[in-house]
């Protein structure tokens, strides 16, 4: 953990408690959101909240205060964008990394940027509220398709993030060797992922392969994507454990 990241979380933690006021950081990634976990039990007793702008978001913000303690309530300072092409016929398929990229190109700081959820035509981003209106102003093409952006009071109706459930069938309920099967790798690779620091169990680092997941774990590896840890369906004739997970898409 870096010092000043530890700094920054020490300095606001210490400011809502001692203040009685709300006190926010930046979108956090995974690695962030694990050395918050890390350094919890040396911060003061403040009620803490992470939230990404919907369920299932991996970036998240984190919030020092609640009304218990300030006397009122404070909401998330994010915004959520649709981007949609101007014209569908000429849109080409857009990826996560074509929306991320462009933003990048605009000079956008990556921490004031949460996740971006893509639905087929169009997106989703989520964003620091003070972010919003230069983003909508500038963000007018990715690739060589033309994009508009409009802010949204509230998501559609229906799950932000999709996923597929599948049966994969493993001798044992180890994290590694379930992440091998997932995405089709070796078990030495997929050990291989756990010193470089890329396999999170629900938003903390896991550094041991034989880790059992709970039932709701969420599984992330980055570079490849994450799943949701279901449990043990039945047992094969060879006694191996088809074990259900829910695969996000």
């Known amino acids: 953990m870096e010092d000043a990241f530890k700094k920054r979380l020490t300095e606001l933690a210490n400011r809502s408690y001692s203040q009685g006021t709300y006190c926010f950081t930046h979108f956090l990634d995974l690695a962030g959101r694990s050395d918050f976990m890390a350094l919890l039990p040396s911060l003061p007793p403040v009620p803490w909240t992470l939230f990404g702008g919907a369920e299932g978001c991996e970036r998240q913000m984190l919030r020092f205060g609640s009304e218990a303690l300030c006397g009122y309530e404070q909401p998330f300072p994010i915004a959520i964008l649709r981007i949609a092409p101007l014209s569908a016929k000429f849109a080409e398929p857009l990826t996560h990394r074509d929306y991320l990229g462009a933003l990048m190109a605009l000079g956008m700081e990556r921490e004031l940027l949460g996740d971006i959820a893509v639905r087929k035509e169009s997106a989703y981003l989520f964003c620091e509220e003070r972010a919003a209106p230069y983003i909508m102003e500038h963000f007018v093409q990715a690739r ?13 109706e ?7 459930r599948m049966l994969v069938q493993v001798a044992s309920q180890r994290v590694d060797a379930l992440v091998a099967h997932v995405y089709k790798m070796s078990r030495g690779d997929a050990q291989a992922l756990f010193p470089a620091g890329k396999i999170f169990v629900s938003g903390r680092l896991c550094e041991s392969p034989g880790y059992t997941p709970k039932p709701n774990d969420v599984i992330s590896v980055r570079g490849f994507g994450r799943f949701r840890y279901v449990g ?17 898409v």
């Open 144 to 156: 060589h398709t033309s994009l508009s952006c409009a802010l949204m009071a509230e998501l559609p």
């Open 232 to 248: 043990v369906e039945s047992l094969s004739k060879k006694g191996k454990e088809n074990t259900a997970i829910d695969l996000f």
């Open 158 to 164: 229906g799950a932000l993030y999709e996923t597929k």
